[in-house]
């Protein structure tokens, strides 16, 4: 069954520390998704690639956080350092950027989201 | 950027109610999408919709691209629909933005 894998699940940091997150996109999709989810914002588009090239990170908070697809297989975002409003759900989400067949109707775009990593930093 | 504005904002029903979440956004878009969010945090798509209707089992969805709106139905609810569920929209870029959501219960 594909899945969109992210790691880790629960992350709790001290203020100033680097976090890491890491997300790996069902295979043959080349399009990834970064968002961040909180209480008084909801779901936030960070950044996302397509064929591994950034296409918009205008969400995201440049002094410190960068997102990055070192492969294919693989993509990150890091926060430097880590401040305690950073504290959210961060959600990575892939889809293919082919039109898919679904249920007899060709649809494009769906994405499929991870579990999420929840954040919280101290 | 594209608004998009939910409603209603929560929603408590009995099970096997029926119910209704509007869904109305500011622009054009290419892509619309609703999502339900598990009361464990899980996104899962149901639909992509940018314009027609479509249904799946007791969920269905309508969009209206001209009058800038979705709606999606959930007949005979059960208790396992609980939880929130959102609307997202996209332009060209498909930058999507995601509505505040609504908010359902349904109790037993």
């Known amino acids: 069954d594909a899945r969109v894998t992210q790691t880790p699940r629960h992350k709790v940091t001290e203020m100033g520390q680097e976090v890491t997150m890491r997300c790996q996109p069902i295979l043959g999709h080349n399009t990834v998704f970064w968002y961040r989810q909180t209480m008084m914002q909801g779901l936030e588009l960070l950044a996302y690639?397509?064929?591994?090239?950034?296409?918009?990170d205008s969400g995201m908070p440049k002094d410190r956080f960068s997102a990055e697809m070192p492969d294919a297989t693989l993509a990150t975002l890091k926060i430097q350092p880590s401040e305690p409003r950073d504290s959210a759900v961060y959600f990575c989400?892939?889809?293919?950027?082919?039109?898919?067949?679904?249920?007899?109707?060709?649809?494009?775009?769906?994405?499929?989201f991870g579990a999420g990593t929840r954040l919280s930093v101290l | 950027g594209i608004q998009v504005e939910q409603s209603p904002p929560d929603l408590i029903l009995q099970e096997g109610a029926n119910s209704t979440l509007r869904c109305n956004f500011s622009?054009?878009?290419?892509?619309l999408q609703w999502f339900h969010q598990n009361p464990w945090g899980q996104l899962i798509n149901l639909f992509y919709?940018?314009?027609g209707t479509k249904q799946n089992g007791r969920l269905s969805a309508t969009t209206v691209a001209t009058e800038r709106y979705s709606l999606l139905y959930i007949s005979s609810s059960q208790t396992t629909d609980s939880g929130v569920y959102f609307c997202a929209v996209g332009g060209k870029r498909n930058d999507m933005r995601f509505g505040a959501g609504t908010r359902l219960t349904v109790k037993p």
């Open positions: 690639f397509r064929n591994r090239a950034p296409l918009d």
């Open positions: 622009d054009s878009v290419n892509n």
């Open positions: 989400a892939s889809g293919p950027s082919a039109p898919l067949t679904r249920g007899g109707v060709v649809a494009k775009n769906i994405q499929y």
């Open positions: 919709i940018p314009s």
